[in-house]
Structures are given as C-alpha cells and as structure tokens.
C-alpha cells in the first residue's frame, strides 16, 4: 500500500502569495518526469524477469512515482489555473521514451541497473527535500517532503536488492563508481530538458536541449543547500561500498558542491542571456 494517498494533501492551504514563480517551472517538469514511472517498471520487470520478489518490488514502486507526478501536476494547475497536466504530459510522452525492449540491463549487470536506481532515488530525495526547505506554499512543502520520504524508502529499497545481487556478481568497485557517475551525468540528458519544454514551453516553439536544459537546472541549482549535497554524498558512497561518513566523504560534499555552485552559475549566466535576447527582440519587433 502507498505510504500516503494525493486526497490527504492539505490543498485547501494552497496560498497563491506564497509561490515562488521560479519554482513553478520545475514543479511542472518534474511532474512528468514522475508520472512517466510506468515505462521504468516495464523495464526493470524485464531485466529482472525471473526475479518476482524484485518485479513485486518494483510495481510498487511505480505506483508511488506515478502518485508523485499527479501531485505534482495538481500543485501545478493550482498554481497556474491556465496550465493543462494531462496535455502537457501527452506531449511529453509522444516526444520521450525510453528503450523498452531491452533483456538486460544496458549497465551491463542487475547490479549496476540498481545503482543507478540508487543515484536517482538520491537525486531525487535530496531535490524534493531542497524544494521543501526553500517553498513557503505549505500545499507544495507538504507535497515536497512527502516525496522526500518516498523517495529516500526508494533509495533503501534497491539498495537492499543491489546487496543481494553484489553478494552473486561481485561487481569492482572501479565498475560501480563508473556506473554511478554516469548515471549521475545523465541528469542532464533530454528526459528532464524535454519536460521541461513540454511543461513551460508552448506547442509549435522547436525543442532546444541546450536552452531547456539551463532553464531546468539554472533555477534548480538555485535552491540547494550545502547539507542537501552532504546528505547525497553520503548515499553515493553508500550504493558504491565507501563509509558514507568521514573524512573522504567531507571533502567530496566540498567538491561537489563547488562543482554544483560553479555550473548554477553558468547556467543562470545563460538563462540570463536568454532574458536579454528576448527582450531586445521584443523591442525590436515593437
């Protein structure tokens, strides 16, 4: 059973005062990111075929992503009434797919598909906890850290998995911190830029992954915190057999949060160039 149900969210609190507009955007991606669960869990059912306890598993958790983009997606059309979900998300859905066809995991083992199964749900968990602790709307902080929770069971969830399928593919540690850095690369990869343009751009306007990509991460960059970093590396290190505290796992906090403040500030240098370019067209063409 889901851990809570989208009818318990205190909706009638939605106060419109309290919203920040750059939040909006990314709550409108980000729910359709969630919502599109179903394709994973084809996926994961598949690599996984003989393995029920894991698809059991995994159905489960589809059904708790597919209730997080819901949620998400009625925060969004609270927020703004002109916005449509359910077309936004058909035009998501005829734009994005992921390979569905696939017999193996395209990280070459189950114990690398569940690694970065572990990188998303850290993404993840400590996004919607920084998304949590920056909003002032208590519908969507409530949304938020709901998510957060799910999110971090998720984490324990195929991290528990992976441990049992290491202990049968005894994958190298080189390999495991390659699958983890990828995937965690791959956060900047055409499933959040596209729902992004789906959710914030209108129809007819031509995709362009460079300037989606710096709209989404130009503001979610924004609202991390140095601890949110901290916590995640602390998971990294975890699914990748590293003691998730000390002093190793300190310095790569540091670094990655130099890294993330280095790269928000790069793309809000471009979403800001965007802003000068499209109001000196503006005035041009006026």
Known sequence: MKHWHIDEVGWDQFDPSKVDPQIVPLVKAAAMVERNAADYVTYLTRVFIDDPDFQAAAE??????????DALGRWGEIADPGWNFQAAFARYRAGYQIQLDADASIRGSRTGELIARCMV??????YYTALADSTAEPALKQVCKLIAADEYRHFKLFYDHMRRYLAREQ???PKRLRVALGRIGESEDDELAYAFHCGNEPEGM???HDRCIAGYMGRAMGFYQFRHIERSMGMIFKSIGLQPRGRMA???AKGAWKLLCWRRDRYQQAL???ANENAGNTAAAA
């Open 171 to 173: 994958l190298s540690f």
């Open 250 to 252: 300190d310095i790569a």
């Open 272 to 274: 800001r160039r965007a």
């Open 206 to 208: 031509p995709y362009d």
């Open 121 to 126: 749900e850290t993404g993840t968990s400590s």
């Open 60 to 69: 489960h958790w589809g059904v708790e992503e597919t209730q997080h983009g």
